[in-house]
């Protein structure tokens, strides 16, 4: 039998994909002890030896598909364009890979249900990157609010944007690529909501299009259980401020870079604010990588931070807006 305070052994990474998001996510990968990047993956021998270069990694792959075999790989990360995610996940987790893939777990809820699907014919692990969820401040606001710091929870608000250049091919805009606000950055606020509120009972949305008929900007109104709201919103046309508050009857808690926060402000009424600071070890990404960790070790397929019925809320949300909006893709067809 293995003593309990044994060593842990070590955790084998492939990266798959080698965007700018893959680069950052190495950043928070190399703080975490126990982390090892084993390989890494990418549409060509070029970009897959690069990366691999760049952050000295043992094997790089020239398809997806030799990652996804590569057996001395525990773990994969996802870090391609949201239209790749179901496809490279369900490869890999049919080839024995745990998956933690990028946030929105996919383009629509039945793509996110076949990916589930796949993790437990396989008995796999397989979690959303909500790099929010794990962040130490918003731990720190679930224990407040669990706490009734601020009274009952009576609303959210969250939004998110940015002013980004248009370029009609690239996959922020073009409809193939499942671009537009709502799934790059809009997937945050919902999430977010949907952590505090619970499940929603009903949902409102309206938006701009960009001239690829893709939304450039989205606001949101959703009711959770007991009559609570949500006001949401999020851009690719416009810097909207990136700030979530937690309204509650007897307070408030506000995130700043909430997304991925490195502190909040408590408010309690006729109280001073009470700020508090949660600095990163390294640039957030790491402690979605300690909570795969976790699960790994502990023999566990979901977080239960950020378990599969979760991100098929989401998902279900998500194609409820863009259904209300008028935004389609290619895969929603298939």
Not at 301 to 317: G, K, V, Y
Request: net charge negative; charged share 20%.
């Amino acid at each position: 039998m293995t003593n309990d305070n044994s060593p842990q052994p070590p955790v084998r990474w492939g990266i798959l994909g080698t965007g700018a998001i893959a680069h950052r996510f190495m950043t928070g990968l190399r703080a975490v002890p126990g982390a090892e990047v084993a390989a890494v993956g990418s549409r060509s021998a070029d970009t897959a030896r690069r990366f691999a270069d760049t952050w000295d990694i043992p094997r790089a792959h020239a398809t997806y598909a030799d990652l996804a075999a590569d057996t001395g790989v525990d773990v994969v990360y996802i870090a391609t364009p949201h239209s790749v995610h179901h496809e490279a996940a369900v490869q890999c987790l049919n080839a024995g890979r745990h998956v933690l893939c990028e946030k929105p777990l996919a383009v629509n809820a039945a793509q996110a249900q076949e990916m589930i699907d796949a993790a437990r014919r396989t008995d796999r692990f397989l979690m959303e990157a909500m790099w929010t969820r794990f962040a130490p401040a918003t731990d720190a606001a679930r224990r407040l609010v669990a706490d009734g710091a601020i009274g009952d929870v009576r609303m959210v608000q969250a939004s998110i944007g940015g002013r980004m250049e248009y370029d009609p091919h690239g996959r922020l805009f073009a409809p193939e690529l499942a671009g537009g606000a709502l799934l790059d950055v809009g997937v945050y606020p919902v999430a977010f909501a949907s952590m505090v509120l619970g499940e929603f009972t009903s949902l409102t949305a309206q938006a701009h299009k960009a001239p690829t008929g893709v939304d450039a900007q989205v606001a949101m109104t959703v009711t959770g259980p007991g009559d609570t709201l949500g006001l949401l919103g999020c851009s690719i046309e416009a810097p909207i401020p990136r700030r979530a508050d937690i309204v509650g009857t007897r307070g408030s808690i506000a995130l700043t870079d909430w997304f991925c926060p490195t502190g909040l402000v408590l408010h309690r009424d006729g109280a001073d604010p009470e700020p508090m600071d949660f600095p990163h070890r390294a640039n957030g990404f790491e402690y979605e990588v300690e909570e795969v960790h976790r699960r790994l070790h502990a023999g566990q397929r979901q977080s239960p931070l950020m378990d599969w019925q979760e991100s098929l809320r989401i998902a279900r949300t998500l194609d409820g807006v863009r259904e209300r909006i008028g935004v389609t893709y290619p895969a929603d067809r298939d």
